[in-house]
């Protein structure tokens, strides 16, 4: 069966601080890969999707980068963090684009 | 870009109710999502559907697309039903993406 794992579960970082949230999917072989932000009060917004390695799509500009170094791994980085940054970030997986999302636990990110 | 709606935005309901969640959207799409986020943000999917209607335990999902509308409703109502239920929109073919509706919490009293 597949698994996704997506890590840390919360942390706080100050302003300018980096960031770094990491997604591995278990169990499959090349999937879609995506990251969303949910910031308070407001629907999911996809930020970043990958179809294969090395291949990313960025939604909406932003501070933040997305890597995508192995088929099953998933990164989503800033070099400096703004308060604007805070929210809950979440990892999903599907089999092909217009297919059931899988999503991870989920990152919950305060920018002080 | 679609425009999802949900209604309602909060729901409170007595246990054993028959719940009803909707959903509007304005622009054709290739499916409709319904998923459910837990208290502490994890986010399950619950059904995808493109035409009729689905239904998995207590859960049923209807969509018309000639109205651009989904149900989710939940029969037997339970207070472990209590979450966020988003519905979630797609269409682009190879160009898939998906756009959210903002959520509706519904909590279910004992």
């Known amino acids: 069966s597949q698994t996704i794992h997506q890590w840390p579960a919360t942390l706080v970082q100050p302003v300018g601080s980096p960031l770094s949230l990491e997604c591995t999917v278990e169990g499959t072989s090349n999937p879609n890969l995506y990251w969303y932000r949910q910031a308070a009060g407001r629907g999911l917004q996809l930020l970043f999707y990958s179809v294969g390695i090395g291949q990313i799509s960025s939604e909406v500009p932003q501070n933040l980068s997305a890597s995508r170094p192995q088929d099953r791994q998933f990164i989503l980085s800033s070099k400096k963090l703004l308060l604007s940054d805070s929210g809950f970030y979440l990892c999903?997986?599907?089999?092909?684009?217009?297919?059931?999302?899988?999503f991870g636990a989920g990152s919950r990110l305060t920018v002080l | 870009k679609n425009e999802v709606e949900q209604s309602p935005q909060n729901l409170t309901a007595q246990e054993g109710e028959f719940i009803t969640i909707n959903c509007s959207y304005s622009?054709?799409?290739?499916?409709l999502h319904w998923l459910q986020q837990h208290p502490g943000g994890g986010i399950v999917s619950l059904f995808m559907?493109?035409?009729g209607k689905k239904k998995h335990g207590r859960l049923i999902a209807t969509i018309n697309i000639q109205e651009k509308h989904s149900s989710l409703h939940i029969t037997a109502s339970h207070p472990r039903d209590s979450a966020v239920y988003i519905c979630?929109?797609?269409?682009?073919?190879?160009?898939?993406?998906?756009?959210f509706g903002k959520g509706t919490l519904l909590t279910v009293n004992p």
């Open positions: 559907l493109s035409s």
């Open positions: 999903a997986w599907s089999r092909v684009p217009a297919n059931v999302l899988t």
């Open positions: 979630a929109v797609g269409s682009g073919g190879s160009n898939y993406k998906l756009t």
């Open positions: 622009v054709g799409i290739s499916a």
